[in-house]
T-cell receptor, first 110, second 115 residues
């Protein structure tokens, strides 16, 4: 079956540092890939997505590239801000449901 | 604002009590979902409804029932609550068959504690 593996957190960074959160997946077929973000006390919000190999999703300075050869979809940001502190979830699609990773907490200090 | 609305936001139950979590969406989506979120476990699918009139089990359906009341509403019922059901519950929706391309829209969650 489908599965998603994310790096464990928390990831702690200083403001303006470079961020990478690793995500690898196992899936049948050609899934779409997503990153969701969850701020404290809120639901999940779609951050970015990619629907086919070599696609790059981007939003709010975050980027992730769909790498079929390494079955990966790593999230990156060049310069994080305190306001980026949240939990980040990688997910992949089946036909009508999404499978999520366990989430990675990011803590950014001033 | 358009979106997915969940009620209640917080609830404390005693073991053995029953309750229904409500979810409604106003985006005319066909598909709706219930997930639970637990520390270190991520989100796990409880039940989903691909379209009005259909429901299917997800990864962790035991102890839960669902009702797709109409296109807008999808409720989750705990018949006899257990401490293991202490969790944060999220409802989500998507266009039928397009979760693959567009993903879900999530509600803000219901934090349930069973004592």
């Amino acid at each position: 079956g489908n599965s998603v593996t994310q790096m464990e957190g928390p990831v702690t960074l200083s403001e303006e540092a470079f961020l990478t959160i690793n995500c690898t997946y196992t899936a049948t077929g050609y899934p779409s890939l997503f990153w969701y973000v969850q701020y404290p006390g809120e639901g999940l919000q779609l951050l970015l997505k990619a629907t086919k190999a070599d696609d790059k999703g981007s939003n709010k300075g975050f980027e992730a590239t769909y790498r079929k050869e390494t079955t990966s979809f790593h999230l990156e940001k060049g310069s994080v801000q305190v306001s980026d502190s949240a939990v980040y979830f990688c997910a992949l699609s089946g036909y009508s449901t999404l499978t999520f990773g366990k989430g990675t907490m990011l803590l950014v200090s001033p | 604002n358009a979106g997915v609305t969940q009620t209640p936001k917080f609830q404390v139950l005693k073991t053995g009590q029953s309750m229904t979590l409500q979810c409604a969406q106003d985006m005319n989506h066909n598909s709706m979902y219930w997930y639970r979120q637990d520390p270190g476990m991520g989100l796990r699918l409880i039940y989903y409804s691909a379209s009005e009139g259909t429901t299917d089990k997800g990864e962790v359906p035991n102890g839960y029932n669902v009702s797709r009341l109409n296109k807008r509403e999808f409720s989750l019922r705990l018949e006899s609550a257990a401490p293991s059901q202490t969790s944060v519950y999220f409802c989500a929706s998507s266009e039928e068959g397009t979760a693959a391309n567009y993903g879900y829209t999530f509600g803000s969650g219901t934090r349930l504690t069973v004592v």
